[in-house]
């Protein structure tokens, strides 16, 4: 059996990361969650990183302002160390851009000094961060990452989209230097990450100086609702070279739905949450608590509706400048919901061309249960004839007889070269050819089904009734079981949600 060839990149990548992971099972016995610790080594490489950048003897940059916030930590033991940590962390809290987006509501989770103090001084103060090459420092952060989302009990697993299934839509959309790319839910940032990478690899010798300043200054950034997860996108961008850290915030923090864009993209890629409702928190005169679902009133948008998925596909279309592309993750939901659903996918067919569905298989994203899809489509202006730009949806089924699990059988992006080879990148759509696997739907048999439902698939045949399902792992069959069960409880609840009276004051807008 041939020994698989680990590159160096690799190879350091990882004895990086087994290092910095060691530490983390040590913390957990005095109660330091996975995500904690995660935060933690962000803002200690943040601030080793800017004192390897202040004492260089090259062109030294002074990134803190005057704070030489490592020596001071470096210097201190005991309770000492543990006061001037937490000031440290409130200082750099209030600085505006790249800066205060890493350290906001910074809070120091380590509460045994003698292990702050090893976690400094050992696996963090031996390494040269900015002599590390920013392949190997961004990989191992993006692995620390992974390792956090595999953390069942964190939650973190929510804001991390499997890597190798960016890749195969990036892949696919083909971004370039002159494009604009946003995400408006991107959790630690890995399609913009993605993007970046596919740039550099297709571009790298091509591109001019202003290119290079604007991809990264400002042409890749998104947007994420909760503090802790916007800081290690933040920092996840830097690593990989895409930023400044004394310069403007590329990821924004807050409700991408509240309000209408202020800037638009040609291209944008996303993972949108997978709940369904959206809600605010109300505390009532006798502080009791309650939850009430949350419509977004936005001229901008075709319908108003408390479902989530449906307002981020239009967000979506209203962040896309004309012309522009976008591949978005979805879950079934958004394909056969009625009422606002409806109007959404017949409106979406009319002023877009929807022209990919690409269907997944349960058991790759960690939000279990989550039967979910990539929506491909380009916004373009008004037909003078008044007809769909839709002319024709491609489905491509990678559901039917497809079996995975987030442990013993992952999804690897070779999984999905048949679909890139399908999708035909770069080339005109009129040369797809029809497979199995692969079919074309034209536009008036879409208009013609029930509630415009999109659930299509291909032609491929469904073996799991025969006899080839008893050569399945026995855990690959139970792990279907429970994926199975939880995508029909998550579907009931949809259905519930659908039968609920309707709230009086919001049926002049549905």
């Known amino acids: 059996m041939t020994t698989p060839v680990v590159s160096p990149r690799v190879a350091e990548a990882d004895a990086l990361v087994n290092k910095l992971w060691s530490y983390c099972n040590v913390l957990r016995d005095d109660g330091v ?42 210097d201190a033991e ?73 953390d069942v009990k964190s939650g973190a697993g929510q804001y991390f989209t499997p890597r190798d299934l960016i890749r195969a839509i990036v892949d696919c959309m083909q971004p370039t230097p002159d494009d604009t790319i946003i995400d408006p839910a991107c959790g630690t940032g890995g399609f913009l990450l993605s993007a970046s990478e596919y740039i550099q690899n297709h571009y790298d010798r091509g591109l001019t100086p202003e290119q290079r300043e604007r991809l990264s200054a400002g042409a890749i950034r998104g947007n994420e609702l909760v503090d802790g997860t916007a800081r290690l996108a933040a920092m996840n961008l830097l690593l990989h070279g895409i930023g400044q850290p004394n310069g403007e915030s590329l990821i924004d923090v807050g409700d991408a739905l509240a309000k209408p ?92 061309d929807v022209h990919t569905l690409l269907r997944l298989p349960a058991g790759i994203f960690y939000a279990g249960g989550v039967k979910a899809n990539v929506l491909f489509f380009d916004k373009l202006p008004p037909r003078a004839d008044g007809k769909p730009q839709t002319k024709k949806l491609w489905v491509y089924d990678f559901r039917t007889n497809q079996h995975f699990t987030l442990k013993q059988k992952r999804l690897l992006q070779e999984d999905l070269n048949d679909f890139v080879s399908k999708y035909r ?47 399945l792992e026995p855990h690959v069959i139970a792990d279907e079981i429970a994926q199975e069960l939880e995508s029909a409880l998550a579907e009931l609840m949809s259905l519930a949600d659908a039968l609920r009276p309707a709230d009086p004051s919001m049926q002049d807008v549905e």
């Open 33 to 74: 969650s996975v995500t904690d610790y995660v935060e933690q080594l962000t803002y200690l490489l943040f601030l080793k990183m800017a004192h390897e950048q202040k004492t260089r003897r090259l062109n030294p940059v002074d990134i803190l302002d005057g704070i030489d916030a490592w020596q001071i930590l470096l």
């Open 78 to 150: 005991g309770r000492e160390l543990e006061e001037a940590y937490t000031r440290i962390l409130l200082q750099l809290a209030r600085k505006d851009g790249t800066l205060g987006r890493i350290f906001q509501k910074a809070q120091n989770r380590i509460q045994d000094p003698a292990k702050l103090k090893r976690l400094i001084r050992e696996l963090i103060g031996k390494e040269n961060w900015s002599g590390t090459g920013v392949d190997i420092k961004g990989d191992a952060y993006e692995a620390l990452l992974a390792k956090g989302a595999e």
């Open 261 to 352: 864009p202020t800037r638009h993209a040609s291209l944008v890629l996303a993972n949108p949450p997978f709940g369904k409702k959206s809600s605010i928190m109300v505390v009532g005169e006798d502080d009791e608590i309650e939850r009430k679902d949350l419509a977004y009133h936005r001229l901008d948008f075709w319908v108003t509706t408390t479902n989530k998925q449906l307002n981020f596909v239009q967000h979506i279309y209203t962040l896309l400048q004309t012309g522009g592309r976008a591949a978005v993750v979805i879950p079934d939901n958004v394909l056969f919901e009625g009422g606002p659903g409806v109007t959404l996918r017949r409106r979406l067919l009319q002023q877009c």
């Open 425 to 471: 990148p770069g080339e005109s759509r009129e040369a797809r050819q029809r497979s199995e696997r692969f079919k074309p739907y034209d536009i008036d048999e879409l208009l013609k089904r029930e509630l415009t439902d999109l659930q299509l698939l291909a032609d491929v045949k469904d073996e799991s009734a025969s006899s080839d399902d008893d050569q």
